[in-house]
């Protein structure tokens, strides 16, 4: 299985943002990538005022990747967008995945929102916007057990043990708009530990650079294997990097070091 994450750097045009995340999504398609996982919010990022009216699963933003996924004949997350809810003050901000024939295979709901004030540096009131989700999805990508999170959610370890022992996952996946001031020192250390904890390979597709007053994000792509190596990165500025998962690699880190069939609680 190959896996490429793109990262783009997601502004107040949402025709431009999804012509952007096709265009990345070609060369993955091109350089032989089964799977590819675009950042959270990849259809838009930027002030509020602009944001398009939130829709359904099959609205403009499903339509669309679903039938990038079916032209290209590739599997993509497309992670994430404003979902409508029931509450019109609210939305979901939810994931989607579509397989070769486009053909939605599963959607995940961010549960973890972001609400984090660091004075001077970051203020962010997710929840006054956005519902939680409450459920953890894996999804089976040709046999791979693949588990979904968004960005935040990388903080809480919880979520991705139960990806990782219940779900089964082997392969987790993390889009995000990871914060410039907290992903210099985070987002790396949180993702390998992820990776390394749950003996998972992590693939994770950020957005990069500016995209509003305040909002600047850190991207620094990676995929990353069950060992905590990073096995491949993108640069700052958009772009991709693919890498291949050795899933004989997994099995035997998960035999030699058994530390996930060894938990005691
Ligand atoms: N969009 C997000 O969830 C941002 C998360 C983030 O930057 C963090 O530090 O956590």
């Known amino acids: 299985m190959r896996v490429a994450v793109c990262q783009l750097n997601a502004r107040d045009d949402r025709a431009a943002n999804l012509a952007a995340a096709e265009a990345l ?6 350089a032989g990538a089964d799977l590819a996982v675009l950042p959270e919010y990849v259809d838009y990022l930027g002030p509020a005022k602009g944001m398009p009216e939130p829709e359904s699963v099959d609205g403009v933003v499903g339509e669309f990747f679903a039938a990038v996924a079916r032209r290209l004949g590739i599997w993509v997350v497309a992670g994430s967008f404003h979902e409508a809810g029931p509450d019109p003050e609210h939305t979901w901000n939810t994931l989607l995945v579509f397989d070769r024939a486009g053909a939605l295979a599963a959607s995940y709901r961010k549960i973890h929102l972001y609400d984090v004030e660091i004075p001077g540096r970051v203020s962010y009131l997710e929840s006054a916007t956005v519902t939680p ?6 999804v089976d990508v040709e046999g791979l057990r693949v588990g979904l999170s968004i960005c935040y959610d990388l903080r809480f370890p919880e979520l991705y043990r139960q990806l ?12 995000a708009a990871f914060m410039m001031h907290t992903g210099r020192d985070h987002w790396e250390v949180l993702l390998r530990a992820r990776a390394i904890e749950n003996q998972c390979f992590v693939a994770a597709a950020g957005q990069t650079g500016d995209h509003e007053p305040g909002r600047t994000c850190f991207g620094r792509s990676m995929v990353v294997d069950p060992w ?5 990165q993108v640069p700052d500025g958009p772009g ?4 291949d998962l050795d899933l004989d690699r997994l099995r035997t880190i998960r035999a030699e070091l058994p530390s996930l069939a060894n938990r005691r609680l």
């Open 228 to 232: 905590g190596t990073v096995l491949s």
């Open 133 to 138: 989700g409450d459920q953890p999805v894996v």
């Open 25 to 30: 999504l070609a060369r993955a398609a091109a």
């Open 164 to 175: 990782a022992t219940e779900g089964g996952a082997q392969l987790l996946v993390v889009p």
């Open 240 to 243: 991709l990097a693919v890498s």
